[in-house]
């Protein structure tokens, strides 16, 4: 099999092409013989040293991938074999095989391309989580969400829009077309402006009622302060840590020392609540994610799930799909196909 391998951190040329023998699916385990591979900001992350839960380097990382069973470890019932399936692999998704707990796969609805059903799960599952599970967003409410134009952005664009929420968002200003089109009702060019204003001035003060942030460091307090009161604030990323200049891990003390304190009394007597989203520490809550995939699934069903590639790449491209991403270029999903 293929595999794309960090060999050390860095810049994109850190990404190789390697081969190795095919893994054997052991107990409970289904081999995938992968079509499309989505590539996530936290693999960005991975190969720059600055992703905590990244595999020690070097490695194989990736989260998700689409594809059909070819093999099916002991215990797993053979009529997976054959079944196109979109899948979360915890690692080693940047190959063309790749082996993966059965409780981590599932079926591809035929309506969707490889490409598609490889943007679904951690952009999706992530959005759900933050909107529905833990943000429970309301028709009558306005949600702000950062980095709007990235693949968890879409797919909350998509999940807000289900729900009747007015959707506010930031994004770089070559983005926002596009993302009004998919259903924003005000993009911000946070790139530009300062968006604590454009909020204030959009709610005359008020504020929004839920914000999802990725941005982290000292985002996190400006996010805070934008709340109405009943407000609540998803944190579950740091993007910003890439943008200082200072070396490796210090990138990530900055992003530390900006972070906000939260204060038990404050947060009472303001009725505002905070709470923090990481799909990857999730892998002991399997019937949770069964559950939102299943939610997810039936929207693509009904159409209201939409998942958008941006763009493709080779498996062997993976530094390009990179590159790509780290300027900023991407409105949605990158994958990497075999
Ligand atoms: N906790 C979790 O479970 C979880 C799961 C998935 C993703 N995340 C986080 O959510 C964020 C988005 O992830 P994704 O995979 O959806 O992103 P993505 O599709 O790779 O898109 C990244 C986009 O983010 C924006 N961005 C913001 N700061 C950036 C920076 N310093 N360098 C490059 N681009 C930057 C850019 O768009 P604009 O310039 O237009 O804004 C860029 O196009 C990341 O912070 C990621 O770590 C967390």
Not at 194 to 208: I, K, M, N
Not at 277 to 286: I, S
Not at 303 to 326: M, N, Q, S
């Amino acid at each position: 099999m293929k595999q794309v391998w960090i060999v050390g951190s860095g810049g994109p040329e850190n990404l190789q092409l390697r081969e190795a023998p095919d893994s054997q699916p052991q107990a409970g385990e289904l081999r995938v013989r992968v079509r499309a591979s989505g590539v996530n900001f936290a693999d960005i992350l991975a190969r720059k040293g600055l992703y905590p839960d990244a595999p020690k380097l070097p490695a194989v990382v990736g989260y998700e991938v689409s594809g059909f069973v070819d093999a099916v470890g002991p215990q797993v019932n053979t009529a997976w074999i054959g079944k196109e399936v979109l899948c979360l692999t915890r690692f080693r998704g940047y190959a063309d095989t790749v082996v993966v707990s059965q409780n981590q796969a599932f079926e591809k609805p035929p309506a969707l391309s490889f490409e598609q059903a490889a943007a679904i799960p951690v952009n999706y599952l992530t959005a759900w989580q933050l909107l529905v599970v833990m943000g429970a967003l309301e028709p009558s409410e306005t949600v702000l969400i950062h980095n709007a134009g990235s693949g968890v952005g879409l797919a909350a664009i998509d999940i807000a829009r289900h729900i009747g929420a007015t959707i506010y968002g930031t994004a770089s200003a070559g983005k926002h077309a596009f993302l009004q089109q998919r259903g924003l009702h005000e993009a911000i060019d946070y790139t530009r402006l300062d968006w604590t204003r454009e909020v204030a001035r959009l709610t005359q003060g008020r504020g929004v009622e839920l914000i999802t942030d990725p941005l982290g460091g000292s985002e996190w307090k400006k996010s805070y302060r934008a709340l109405r009161h009943t407000g609540r604030l998803g944190m579950f990323g740091a993007s910003t840590a890439t943008e200082s200049k200072l070396p490796g891990p210090l990138k990530l003390l900055k992003v530390g020392l900006g972070m906000p304190w939260f204060n038990p009394v404050a947060l009472m007597n303001q009725n505002r609540s905070v709470f923090g989203v990481n799909l990857g520490h999730l892998w002991h809550e399997a019937a949770k994610i069964d559950a939102w995939m299943k939610a997810v699934l039936d929207g693509v069903s009904a159409g209201w799930v939409r998942p958008h590639v941006d763009r493709t790449f080779p498996l062997a491209k993976a530094g390009e799909a990179h590159a790509y991403i780290e300027a900023r270029k991407n409105t949605g999903k990158v994958v990497l196909v075999v």
